[in-house]
């Protein structure tokens, strides 16, 4: 199962974690193929991640391309709002856009969440 990981993590935190993957790799350790998309903060993955958006994200999971239409259809809404809501998504990255429509490269999202007390 092609699963894209989504998380929560500082700029700082995501380059140290990329330069320790590269020095695994580089002294030849095996390292861990994962697909990772992270946020700054909480609150622009709570916004990109919407509940309706989740819902595209849902009906388009493993399917390959598909029209806007074909989108809206899945999940019952009007066209132009799904096609404002894969814009987003095209923007942040989360989904492809091309000649062939919108695509979700991916059969399933894992959502990392960490919640500390407060400063």
Not at 3 to 11: G, S
Not at 26 to 47: H, I, P, Q, Y
């Amino acid at each position: 199962m092609n699963t894209l990981r989504v998380r929560v993590q500082t700029y700082d935190d995501t380059i140290a974690e990329v330069e320790a993957r590269a020095a695994m790799a580089a002294a030849g350790r095996a390292v861990e193929d994962r697909s990772t998309f992270t946020f700054d903060n909480w609150s622009v993955l709570v916004k990109t991640l919407s509940a309706t958006r989740m819902e595209i994200i849902r009906a388009m999971s493993g399917r390959g391309a598909m029209s806007v239409r074909e989108i809206a259809r899945r999940v019952g809404r009007d066209v132009k709002n799904v096609h404002g809501d894969l814009d987003a998504l095209a923007k942040s990255g989360l989904v492809d856009k091309g000649d062939s429509g919108f695509e979700f490269p991916f059969d399933r999202i894992h959502v990392e969440v960490d919640i500390e007390a407060a400063a």
